[in-house]
């Protein structure tokens, strides 16, 4: 094997993934720190914190769709109902 085979000029250069995950991430913790400079870091939801937000919006979805299914069911018990006539 030749030294040009083990040169840093002779690696292949990075695959477009690679860039992409690269800015990415970058451009989150630029906006990770600018929240931090608006809000303090105090007030940073942090992991914990969104999962407990979302556990609370699956009850209150869920909550919603109990609520129409009574309202529904309720609703279909109250209505009267026609006899259809066998022919």
């Known amino acids: 094997m030749s030294d040009s085979q083990h040169s840093p000029a002779a690696l292949p250069a ?19 720190n600018v929240q ?7 007030k940073v939801p942090t992991a914990r914190d969104n999962a407990y937000f979302a556990m609370l919006a699956d009850q209150a979805r869920n909550q919603a769709r109990a609520d129409l299914t009574r309202e529904v069911a309720s609703r279909l018990r109250s ?3 026609k006899l259809v006539e066998a022919r």
């Open 14 to 32: 990075p695959a477009l993934a690679e860039v992409s995950r690269a800015l990415v991430s970058v451009a989150a913790h630029l906006v990770t």
């Open 36 to 42: 931090r400079a608006v809000v303090g870091p105090a």
């Open 79 to 81: 209505r009267p109902r």
